[in-house]
């Protein structure tokens, strides 16, 4: 038998062979690509581009600050422009250093210590620098020499609480520190004894120091941002109100309120036949700690908005309560108007969302009227008369 070549066999059956094509890209370009298509499917998955934060997982900080050096270097502009599908190096660079930067040198800018040729996938040898810096605080802790003159202070707090003149409430994201409040952290009582002045941060954010002393004879000079955070993330952590907290509910801050939320309600703009049909019944009432626009930002893509755009109706300031528990109120007494609705999510599973009524507004601003003056734990919805009742006592 005659031997036959891979060409000859080839030309036999009409086929020409073609010349592998050689990568016209350095090893340069194609590693940037590699980046960028990252960027791209993060932007595909979370419907959103990459931001920077600490409160932010690793890998997003490290496409974000990937994203802003692309965006700073023309070279790399053009480059992308072909993969560029959704328009990211169309906004302006957050960042000013044309330095082009590995991935090594961007978890070091994001403070993470990396430890030789570590997979970027695998974060064992990962320290984000928040942990690094809430080490540093407390190992920082040092003694209180003047704690004698304190002592009496947080004798006076703990009787106050036995005696419920005070209360422990959860500390609020963006709440407000100030000089002579007292905090529950990490099981001890804080007290703020004294302000640094205000300074900005590299980041342009308002900062200062602060002193704080703690009832086990330490004190600590923290960064106010710092001893918020800490705060807000310790599961845990309490504000010690004022023997006189002022209202339960207020629609102005008098005084030293603190501002606890807002009550929103929310009108559907679902083209849902039964939500077209009662769509000036049809609320959703809930209770929040930030603002009511950042909470519906994504409202088109979450199944507790009914996957549809929202508009504001109404909205109800908050002052000295407990969200969770004023939640809990409003949702027991509109309970029964409580819109039994089945959507299919976007993966096409059934979901019921809660948290929306078919109840007329008035009766929804009847019911604040009533958390305000202290009488509503007495009422109950009546989806027949569309009214509050009066609960009968037995």
């Keep these: 038998m005659v031997d036959i ?6 030309a036999e059956l009409g086929v020409a062979p073609e010349a592998k094509k050689q990568s016209a890209r350095t090893p340069r370009e194609e590693r940037i690509i590699a980046g960028f298509e990252d960027i791209v499917r993060f932007r595909a998955e979370h419907n959103r581009v990459p931001q920077h934060g600490e409160e932010r997982d690793i890998f997003e900080r490290l496409y974000a600050v990937r994203l802003d050096r692309l965006r700073a270097q023309e070279d790399c502009r053009v480059l992308l422009q072909d993969f560029d599908r959704f328009g990211l190096l169309a906004a302006p660079p957050a960042v000013g250093n044309d330095e082009e930067m590995d991935d090594d040198a961007l978890l070091a800018e994001l403070g993470v210590e990396s430890v030789g040729d570590v997979d970027l996938t ?3 040898h990962v320290k984000p620098r928040a942990a690094i810096r809430a080490a540093e605080e407390v190992a920082n802790r ?24 005070r209360e422990t409430r959860r500390f609020g994201e963006d709440a407000d520190v100030k000089q002579g409040e007292f ?16 300074f900005k941060t590299d980041y342009g954010r308002l900062d200062r120091r602060l002193r704080v002393v703690f009832d086990n004879g330490t004190e600590s000079d923290l960064l106010l941002r710092s001893f918020q955070r ?22 102005t801050a008098e005084g030293e309120d ?14 849902h036949p039964e939500v077209v049909a009662h769509r000036n019944l049809i609320h959703k009432v809930g209770v929040t700690g930030g603002t009511v626009e950042a909470r519906i930002a994504q409202a088109a893509l979450d199944s507790t908005y009914l996957l549809a755009d929202v508009e504001i109706v109404a909205t109800y300031k908050l002052f000295n309560i407990n969200r969770n528990r ?10 029964p108007a409580r819109l039994d609705l089945t959507i299919q999510d976007r993966f096409g599973n059934p979901v019921r969302p809660k948290e929306w009524y078919l109840v007329p507004l008035h009766v929804i601003d009847e019911v604040v009227a009533r958390v305000k003056d202290g009488t509503i734990t007495g009422y109950e919805y009546d989806p027949a008369e569309a009214r509050l009742e009066a609960i009968e006592q037995p």
């Design 5 to 10: 070549s891979d060409d000859d066999l080839l």
């Design 122 to 124: 695998e974060l064992t």
């Design 142 to 165: 040092t003694p209180c020499e003047d704690f004698e003159a304190f002592k009496p202070l947080f004798a006076r707090i703990k009787d106050d609480l036995d005696k419920a003149a």
């Design 183 to 198: 905090f529950i952290l990490g099981g001890q009582m804080a007290f703020v004894a004294a302000l640094g002045d205000e």
């Design 230 to 251: 800490a705060l807000y993330k310790d599961d845990a952590g309490r504000r010690i109100t004022d023997p006189s907290a002022g209202p339960l509910f207020g629609g």
């Design 258 to 271: 603190l501002e606890s939320g807002t009550i929103y309600v929310l009108r559907s703009k679902s083209d």
């Design 326 to 335: 004023l939640e809990n109120v409003l949702h027991r007494v509109l309970s």
